[in-house]
């Protein structure tokens, strides 16, 4: 009796997919809750398991085809079950790949024992999903314990998932762009005792015969030998001309790569753009390729080369150089989960709050030469800068312990005043906006704040920020004049009260006991829920934060 093999649900308005790859053929065996097929839809990549142990007897739907939600793709008769490695890799079929797969294979690594599964690990308070960013690691690579194979993206932080033990990774459950639950199993390793010094997939390079310089026509004739595209070459001599370093380096990557094994988004990328995944530069692992190389060379196409002339007298024939792309007139990206919350976040602060922006404009004169006179002692005696951050964090603490108000937040039909003084420093990093956490404000010297916002942003620009490292903060200071801005209405980081906006410093008069002067001026803007704090209250903490930085003894003698 056959079962057949369905297409699972694919989630919240997803109603079709795209068949990427079949993983098993007709009249292979297949174990229950091995994957069988691999679905792609415009979201996430995902395999479709088998719901019974057998043997595939059937195939109905091909690679390419779309299909939808409880569409029928194949069946499963009864059979009994292969004795290989259910994660056991299909030989490759072109005789190229099998070598360039049995060198990526390390001979050292001897992978023995159970396998051990890679489970998602806590990603943190009220977190429960995650992103697959990357796999530093192939299957069939070996892996030493604690090593990085995998990379995890949520609405906050980017994680790495390290090896559990040492040994070969044998099978990849979740691919790239896929999103998992805590617990989930990414992967699969069987331990070995060479995974801690087995070589690289890279090392299939160089069981090709090594490639000498001084001769062009055997170089050209190696091209052609090799089965390569010639007009694939980018010259670096004079008018775009191939010289032998040109070819050596050509046939140095060209057969390195030539067997690459393209991930299928990657490969349908590539597939709708014609491109060759030869000309573009991989920074996975070992230069692998991934999405984002493919869009990073569709919006910076390289610059087509001039037509080469002949690489020798006795080989007239010249070889044409391809020309690169068009340049799109757009490129499409999926939002990161991290974009994705932050998009969301803001939106819910909008829909949720009833937001207000009050203004007014500080002169820096008295706190910028303070910082003038002290800040190369400030920072020869703590090892840190002395910065305008910490007067500004100071000046809030002393504002909303005189407005208790700006310090509170709405839980339900309650108002809760926070005791602590827990201030978000909104940092830009590489994968958005991010506002760590300088936890007891109150109690920390301007050093102890100062040190601490250096730490938090160099690990926000790392990637290395944890989720304790961002939540609960019962206030936020975000400085747009870093960028140049002039003025701005910041939105609230809910269930915050209040958010801070601070900005350039710009010299301009003013009028000062009745006389015009220029000072340098800084506009600040208080965002704030007006169901939480009234105009009097936010205006009149505005105001003292002013007093604070106009005088800053203030902020010594808590005045």
């Not at 057998?54 to 409880?70: N, R, T």
């Not at 995890?152 to 979740?174: H, Q, R, Y």
């Not at 809760?416 to 827990?422: A, E, K, P, Q």
Request: some cysteine; proline content about 7%.
């Amino acid at each position: 009796m056959a079962t057949e093999i369905v297409v699972p649900a694919l989630g919240e308005s997803v109603t079709e997919a795209t068949i990427a790859k079949w993983l098993k053929q007709p009249g292979e065996a297949v174990a229950m809750d091995e994957a069988i097929v691999e679905l792609e839809t415009d979201k996430v990549t995902l395999e479709v398991n088998a719901s019974v142990a057998g043997v595939l007897s059937g195939i109905f739907v091909q690679e390419g085809d779309d299909v939808e939600v409880g569409a029928v793709l194949g069946s499963i008769g009864e059979g009994e079950i292969s004795t290989a490695p259910v994660h056991e890799p299909a030989a490759p079929a072109a005789p190229v790949k099998e070598e360039a797969a049995a060198a990526a294979t390390p001979s050292a690594v001897q992978a023995s024992g159970d396998p051990v599964e890679i489970p998602v690990p806590v990603l943190g308070e009220s977190v429960t999903e995650a992103t697959v960013a990357q796999w530093m690691k192939s299957v069939g690579d070996a892996v030493a314990q604690d090593e990085a194979i995998c990379e995890l993206e949520t609405d906050k932080v980017t994680l790495e998932v390290n090896a559990p033990v040492a040994g070969v990774l044998t099978a990849i459950n979740a691919e790239a762009d896929s999103d998992v639950g805590v617990g989930a199993i990414l992967g699969v390793i069987t331990p070995g005792g060479g995974g801690a010094t087995a070589a690289p997939a890279a090392a299939a390079a160089s069981s090709t015969p090594a490639v000498s310089a001084p001769a062009a026509p055997k170089e050209a004739a190696a091209v052609n030998g090799a089965g390569l595209d010639p007009s694939q070459i980018s010259g670096s001599g004079a008018g775009g001309k191939v010289t032998p370093a040109d070819l050596v380096s050509f046939l140095e990557t060209s057969t390195a790569s030539a067997a690459m094994t393209l991930p299928p988004a990657v490969g349908k990328l590539i597939a709708e753009n014609d491109l060759n995944p030869h000309q573009i530069k991989g920074t996975g692992k070992d230069g692998a390729l991934t999405k984002g190389d493919v869009l990073e060379h569709l919006k910076n196409p390289p610059a087509a080369p001039a037509p080469v002339a002949p690489v020798s007298a006795p080989a007239p024939a010249a070889v044409s150089a391809k020309a690169a792309p068009a340049t799109a007139r757009e490129t499409r990206e999926k939002m990161s989960k991290m974009r994705k919350t932050i998009s969301r976040r803001l939106k819910e602060a909008q829909n949720t709050a009833a937001m207000l922006t009050t203004f007014n404009e500080i002169d820096m004169s008295a706190v910028m030469a303070v910082r003038k006179q002290y800040k190369e002692a400030f920072e020869k005696k703590h090892g840190v800068r002395l910065g305008f951050n910490c007067f500004f964090a100071k000046a809030v603490v002393q504002a909303m312990q005189d407005v208790p108000a700006v310090n509170a937040r709405i839980d339900g039909d309650d108002i809760v005043y926070n005791n602590f003084f827990d201030i978000g420093m909104a940092v830009s990093t590489p994968s958005g906006l991010m506002v760590p956490i300088i936890r007891d404000c109150d109690q920390k010297s301007f050093a102890e704040i100062e040190g601490s916002l250096g730490d938090l942003a160099k690990k926000g620009r790392d990637g290395k920020l944890g989720m304790d490292d961002m939540t609960n903060g019962s206030f936020t200071i975000t400085n747009g004049g870093v960028f140049g801005s002039l003025l701005s209405t910041p939105i609230l980081n809910m269930p915050q009260g209040g958010i801070l906006g601070l900005h350039k410093i710009e010299e301009r008069p003013v009028a000062v006991n009745g006389q015009v002067v220029v000072r340098p001026m800084m506009y600040t803007a208080l965002s704030y829920d007006h169901r939480l704090i009234d105009g009097r209250e936010a205006v009149t903490f505005l105001v003292r934060v002013k007093e604070c930085m106009e005088d800053p003894q203030r902020l010594l003698l808590s005045m």
